[in-house]
């Protein structure tokens, strides 16, 4: 690793593919891939606005932006697309954009003629520490996030911290949310370093952007090297994910906002149960604080006890929570389906406490 010039790479080695994750990488390194090759672009309009003049020649697929475009009708267009431009099993896709991007064009790619190679440029925070790595490409179904998918490796990641200049503040703020998930389930160092650099960050300091992608990247590559279909390990990585995904859909909020206030409450239950501290609590609710996430929202226990319950995470009796031991570690817990009102009541009550 080179934290000098801001460059370093990792490898996914999975039975559903192999993948090379540049961070630092370029946006234009895609002709190293594309040269010689029929290359589509899947992309959105925002990103396309920004970028259009670097894709090279390629051809390109350009899809509207929100979570709400995640969906099989979408899915239908780019299939469409991919046949108008002659898409044939040699050619190469590279999903150019955020985690909804990535989702969506992973999956085409993965399904169109039974599977073609494809790559990423992650241009999102979010999907640079996260949705871009580890082979999850799926859209959403009736109400139900990320229901329809498939594990795929993409065969590249390419992360340009450049592209992140043109980034909303809302966004890059919404990967913060991740990068904590990562330290809290795995890294205690990764946290206290961001403790320390909450203002670097929010300023875009490059240094401090890298570590936080490099070490998100590091952490996820670790955990899908060892569990690539989630069977076990790789449900640490939903942390957070389970009252944020209810959150997300109930009150439409977007990914890592929700994800923040899931992560409060995960960490609230941790406590109530014995197994985190009360001060390492407050320490993370500040934490976010600083970063300029939320920690809190008012919703409806009933409508949000639903929402969880439809979780893909469940099975038929009960859910399965990751809980933390403190700030680095975490622990699986099974809760069951019945007494899930009682613990939004509990948490409730804590929060009022
Ligand atoms: N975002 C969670 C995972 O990739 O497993």
Redo the contacts with the bound molecule.
Sequence with gaps: MTRANLSNSFKIDGKTGSSDIKVGGKLEDISIYSRDRHTVIITDSNVSGHYRDRFGNNEVITIKTGESIKTLQTLEYIYKQMIFFEVDRNSLIIAIGGGIVCDIAGFAASTFMRGLDFGFVATSLLAQV??SV?G?NGVNFDGFKNMIGVFQQPDFVICDLDLLDTLPERELKCGFSEVVKHALIADSNLFNYIESNCTNALGFDKEVIFRMVDDSIRL?SDIVNKDET?RGE?AK??FGHTIGHALQYELGLNHGEAVSIGMVYASALSVIKGYHKREDHNRIIALLQNLGLPVDIDFDITEICKAVKRDKKRNQESIKFVLLNGIGDCRFENININELEKVLNDLRQFFEQ
Excluded: P
């Design positions: 996260d949705a580890g999850k996820k989630e790789r990585l939903n």
